[in-house]
């Protein structure tokens, strides 16, 4: 039973472009919900996260966008750049920190 | 800063041995956990710790053993190692209220 849904496998963008990655989720005990960056051999990365009571972030090129009633959220990257290149996990949880739910990733590429 | 450090990187097994895979960090960090990697799965979480002498099971525990016996380690014990545990495992800490910090991951493979 897949709590955390990253739909799409695989994303490819020109680079400049906008990249918009896709997350849905099930569990509406999520109070917290995080994306995380993993280049090869490396281990993933904290990007940027988002609290259920807010429904946008942002962090430089990078927005979190928040729907609770559609139980979906969304990471946009502009304009992308060649280094942006990497799986992208979407994860969630409720509570502190720990047991935190990761999605299957989403592999994105962008292309010079 | 180190940050967190698996060990080793790469390692195979045959069915049946057991080995323990390192973690540790120097970031002071209460909480601890392991997750394993596998295609098309995300990353599932194995066990956690919340500190020093505190451990609990994540989603998929069966066929691994924790302790935490310091803040700064807390290995992974493979008893009678399986194929099914062909994976690659990811140590990660933070502070309670914090994200997670990863390591860069052991690539074990079980024949």
Known sequence: ?112 | NAGVTQTPKFQVLKTGQSMTLQCAQDMNHEYMSWYRQDPGMGLRLIHYSVGAGITDQGEVPNGYNVSRSTTEDFPLRLLSAAPSQTSVYFCASSYLQGALHFGNGTRLTVT
Not at chain 1, 1 to 13: A, E, I, T
Not at chain 1, 53 to 63: A, L, V
């Open chain 1, 1 to 112: 039973d897949q709590q955390v849904k990253q739909n799409s496998p695989s994303l490819s963008v020109q680079e400049g472009r906008i990249s918009i990655l896709n997350c849905d989720y099930t569990n509406s005990m999520f109070d917290y919900f995080l994306w995380y960056k993993k280049y090869p051999a490396e281990g993933p990365t904290f990007l940027i996260s988002i609290s259920s009571i807010k429904d946008k972030n942002e962090d430089g090129r990078f927005t979190v966008f928040l729907n609770k009633s559609a139980k979906h959220l969304s990471l946009h990257i502009v304009p992308s750049q060649p280094g942006d290149s990497a799986v992208y996990f979407c994860a969630s949880g409720s509570g502190g920190y720990q047991k935190v739910t990761f999605g299957t990733g989403t592999k994105l590429q962008v292309i010079p």
